[in-house]
């Protein structure tokens, strides 16, 4: 996979099979885009676990922060990377050599954040990975949300969105 496009398909499937998501780098700042991404993938049924040293112990958006990926409670289905891209092979090193204690099954580096030695790693450990791609905006795009805010999703249909397991509208996140 090259990872300078995806197919709706592919991330569609992610956002359908994760249930529970460490975020590391989350902000208690509401400013901050890990904040509105955390709030909002809670507010759409996901478990976040929120990663932070500096904020270890404390609560964000009513949920425990972790200091590190290894203190957080299995199950992990995905490694939410908001940290530079630099920092992205440590955490993927790192989601590596948890795999298989916490299950994880995804790494997902945000907006900006992009490592191509770390997304090879991660494939031959056999974790799928997204690249410079937010959970939050493809969310809200394959579910057509996003068109509520009068964002142009691209996309022209004139099937019914169904409703989703997590109570959203959405014609490709399905179960």
Known sequence: MTHDSYDDAYIAEILRTVRTV???GAS???NRPSYFAMK???GKGYVVHPVNPGLAGQELLAREVYGALADVPAPVD???VFRNSEAALETTREAIALKDALGIKVIWMQLGVRNDEAAAEAEAAGIKVVMNRCPKIEYGRLSGEIGWAGVNSG???SVRPK????GVQNHLIED
């Open 155 to 157: 996309r022209i249909s």
């Open 78 to 80: 995905m490694v939410d």
């Open 22 to 24: 460490a975020m590391i």
């Open 163 to 166: 409703l989703s397991p997590r």
């Open 40 to 42: 909002y993938m809670l």
């Open 28 to 30: 208690a700042n509401t």
